[in-house]
């Protein structure tokens, strides 16, 4: 019975283009929290490099607050779906943990998609 739950919760992962590896040692590898300050049921999660991913529905809630990528890896934010357009947001280690008050733009609520990428120096 073990070994079937497991075994399904790699294959959603999978499914999800997500891992549930150590992030610290693969490009991708981002540390999420619902709140500012790395505050709530935060995740530790590796998207696969180069896909697009929706904003809105990783954590519960919907709301991100705090985004670090691990040092091997740079993300980009978007306000629109499909990571369409620009870029509006940029996270590199150590991350932002103020919702984008920082950037001067807040991606809680304003997050539609990102996509993450293997860092290259």
Known sequence: MQAKFLSAIVLVAASLGVSAAPTDEYPGGT??????NW????????????RCQRGDNILSGNVIGSFR??????CYGYQQRNCAGNAT????YPGEAD?????????????KSFNCDAKTN
């Open 99 to 111: 919702g984008g008050a920082s950037s001067g733009v807040l991606w809680t609520g304003n997050l």
């Open 69 to 74: 990528p691990n040092e091997l890896t740079i």
């Open 39 to 50: 505050g709530g049921d935060c995740k530790s999660i590796i998207w696969e490099t180069g």
């Open 31 to 36: 540390y999420v929290c619902p709140e500012t």
């Open 89 to 92: 947001w940029t996270w590199t």
